[in-house]
């Protein structure tokens, strides 16, 4: 068990949200799509220049980039 | 007759919960698209008839939350409180019911009557979801109908309820949500402080606004302060100190806490059997796989061209033949009133003011139904999500959105489109600055209208290269576009990015009805336009080159100079030239070919001495920095109306008669002979052409886009400047090189 930024986790791997960071609009554009904190979230894929991210959560893909995901700290099982 | 009841309802939803299809199945064709007052945002309206009652629907625009940050929530909320619908038809995606729900519980904090449309119960059921409908009802203390909108099943139903609960007229009664144990005292606290001085109370629930106060949302805090401002700032100290609280014991926000507590709502309301999921929730669904494919890391971007070059094949080339029958339209009605009309300046006024100019912008008319038809399957589909995921790390570079690179295309990105759709297809983008900085900078690619001249002028000056000169112009207009956006976002539109979180929604079939109707609103809306401003600004720019008319005295020298040549006619009759018909129809022929040269150069003497020609000899002195002389400053500001005029123009201009766009090869040869001209000067005008102010039905959607006529007006001045400077650079450079001559 260990928490990372969602920025650095893998493509496959698996989470839940300890934490959101972000304020303003931001913070309140990502929790408005239900990134709060115990959610379940799975890297889904990258793309093509390996940004933005897209994220499956709550039975959706969201798609962020990674300055926008360096706001999301996860708890993942094992190491990336 | 007594009039009939009318029920005001408004749909509100997700972006991409099937909302507008609804709306579509609901009121058909009987829909009416306009704009909230002052803003871009579009107001879709329409109606239905039920048991003998009107049911008016308002389709709000789709938003996940109801904040005050994105001018679609505002308009969303304001509606509601100031319109204040008998109800709200929420449609919630059941295939994604925790997300949807936190609108639904905004709408019910609110207070305003609900009936929930629990759609896309179809793809609920294939993802192996099943609802428990009863069980969400009574917890949720609102009715609730299963629907899926593409086929229209439980239409009826979902309008049934909607009328009987509009009918009884409900009260609003705002739900309250337990925030926990450091907000709900507070809550109370300011919820009877609000109560007590009937702050605000008139438009929102009391606690809803202590909830905002909490939340610190711009609009109520601005409100508040208006009506009341000693209490204004009573409960904006209380939010502070709960908020410094927050920060202290726990980290974090009022507005987090509020959110969590939602959510905790939202999963508390969906447990115990009313949400089962039959399947793991990892499986890999079809639109999955197709992502696996189509955002492929290789294939992703491969496909993305080969798709977006379709799209552009399919717009411009099936739109081309229907295009060309309006242009026949317009030219057989223009020869038709040519030979109804006496010659003279009401003949000229409508052949060559109205009909050309309206004409010549009506012809786009299928341009625009192809490119909606297009963009709106892409839309529909799913997929335009997905190019903005994809690309979004290139435009973000230059301060622009993914979605940005639609209008760039449309608007000639590939050689060859157009302006008027490239900037309407931004209506997709729903960041403020990056969508302004877009439409700014999309007429600045290589439309349609600018190839011929380009084509023109690289046949003269540049023979040998054609297709490397092209190719290097669509370069030179795609980095330029990229690099005066980033400038843009620089300096007027500076800021931060606006949040990119986008959701990809599963792929999805359009239904042929939705394409229809997106496509026709658009299309009318162009015409609309065409029809009133653009007339206007055709008979303007006519004038411009028509007055003042030519001296009584010059024109008498060209009708004497008529009078000599046919004077100088053998006379007909005798029995020579019967015997010998060549020789006559020679001389005639002869004859007819100096008369024309006369007409053109009463043409360009007319030219020369209209405003336009004024205008264009005035501004000599500034345009001579990048080698332009008086008849090419007169064409460019002809190409302002349309860029298809310069061709002409310039055929006028240098007493050639007036040219159509195909015959620019002698116009070429012209060109090139004379002395004044040189290849340098070729390419500082294409470069001027590519860049410099946008047409006159570009202009005119620019203002409309963008929600201010200042804005065109930065257009035409901005793009003019840039386009001088280049095309100095290039002369004076290119001449202290020495490549002139």
Known sequence: ?80 | MKPMTEYLIALAGNPNCGKTTLFNAITGARQHVGNYPGITVEKKEGFHLFNGKKLRLVDLPGTYSLTAYSLEELVARDFLVHERPQLVINIVDASNLERNLYLTLQLLELGIPVVLALNMMDAAANRGIEIDVEELSKRLQVRVVPTIARSGQGKEDLVTAAAAIAATDPPWKPLHISYGADIDPVLDQMEADIKGAQFLTDLYPARWVALKYLEADEQVLQKGKAVNAELSARLEAIAESVDAHLQKTLETYPEAIIADHRYGFIAALLKGGVVRNKQKTDRLYFSDQLDQVLTNRFFGPLLMLVILYVVYKFTFDYSTVPVAWFEAGFSALGDLMGSLLPPGLIKSLVVSGIINGVGSVFSFVPLIMFMFLAIAFLEDTGYLARVAYMLDRIFRTFGLHGSSVMAYIVSGGIAGGCAVPGVMATRTLRSPRERLATLLTAPFMNCGAKLPVFAMLIAAFFPARHAQMMFLLTLLSWLLALCMARIIRWTILRGPSTPFLLELPPYRLPTVKGLLIHTWERTWQYIRKAGTIILALSVLFWALMTFPSLPESERQLFETRRQQLQNQLPQPASSAAAADPSTASGDQEQMQEQLLAIDRDEALATLKNSYAGRFGMALEGVSQWCGFEWRTNVALLAGFAAKELIISTLGTAYSMGELDQEQGVSLGERLKSDPHWDRLKAFALIVFIMLYAPCLATVTCIAKEAGAFKWALFSMCFNTTVAFVMAVMIYQGGRWLGLGG
């Open chain 1, 1 to 80: 068990m260990s928490t990372v930024l969602l920025r650095h986790m893998a493509v496959g791997q698996k989470g839940v949200i300890t934490r959101v960071t972000a304020l303003g609009e931001l913070g309140r554009r990502i929790r408005d799509m239900g990134i709060v904190p115990g959610t379940p979230l799975q890297i889904q894929g990258r793309a093509p220049l390996k940004d933005p991210v897209a994220v499956r959560v709550r039975n959706f893909t969201l798609t962020l980039r990674n300055n926008e995901a360096d706001y999301i700290f996860v708890e993942v099982d094992e190491p990336a």
